[in-house]
């Protein structure tokens, strides 16, 4: 039952160090989320795969790419971190595509620093 | 767009007290509803879910009603506990997102 784990759950960089984020699910979900959570902003949508094979911007996707390697693993990447990226990043999965009531399942997050 | 605007805190209230979360919405067509708890340290987690106006979602004690009239989701609970202390989101869903409202932390004195 491990549902969606990140990695790292910490990780300090330099401005312009890049690195990247590590999601897997083991839920046979199709479709995968990544969410950045700031202070007074609640959850803001960076990028997401509606399933395998396919991703989509969301709403603050600059500095940002990803990969959805399988249907399992999500990663995203930092080229050239900012201190604009200092945030709590939550990947998420849910099981269908098509709007509805879809519910999400969150990882735990990774706090990530940019000095 | 969708967006959803809930109530700001901080909220601090004593044991048994009576809580309640305002949730507004813009959206079009009838998205479903959502309200979702974050306990300190952890990701977000759901709590309660409502896809049709009308609908009344319940969990854990808590309540919210999906009011397309006044395009609400507001999140109730007549009697919270120290555990209820925790970051709550409101959030509605169009095609293949969530929009998530900012927040509101509550925190709950024994």
């Known amino acids: 039952n491990a549902g969606v784990t990140q990695t790292p759950k910490f990780q300090v960089l330099k401005t312009g160090q890049s690195m990247t984020l590590q999601c897997a699910q083991d839920m046979n979900h199709n479709s995968m989320y990544w969410y950045r959570q700031d202070p007074g902003m609640g959850l803001r949508l960076i990028y997401y795969s509606a399933s395998e094979g396919t991703t989509d911007k969301g709403e603050v996707p600059n500095g940002y790419n990803v990969s959805r390697l399988n249907k399992r693993e999500f990663s995203l990447r930092l080229e050239s971190a900012a201190p604009s990226q200092t945030s709590v990043y939550f990947c998420?999965?849910?099981?269908?595509?098509?709007?509805?009531?879809?519910?999400?399942?969150f990882g735990a997050g990774s706090r990530l620093t940019v000095l | 767009g969708n967006s959803v605007t809930q109530m700001e805190g901080p909220v601090t209230l004593s044991e048994e007290a009576f809580l309640t979360i305002n949730c507004t919405y813009t959206a079009t067509g009838y998205p479903s509803l959502f309200w979702y708890v974050q306990y300190p340290g952890e990701g977000l987690q759901l709590l309660l879910k409502?896809?049709?106006?009308?609908d009344k979602g319940s969990n854990k004690g808590f309540e919210a009603t999906y009011r397309k009239e006044t395009t609400s989701f507001h999140l109730e609970k007549g009697s919270v506990q120290v555990s209820d202390s925790a970051v709550y989101f409101c959030?509605?869903?169009?095609?293949?997102?969530?929009?998530f409202g900012a927040g509101t932390t509550v925190t709950v004195r024994a």
């Open positions: 959030a509605l869903r169009g095609s293949y997102k969530l929009s």
């Open positions: 409502a896809t049709k106006a009308d």
């Open positions: 998420a999965s849910s099981e269908a595509t098509a709007s509805g009531a879809n519910v999400l399942t």
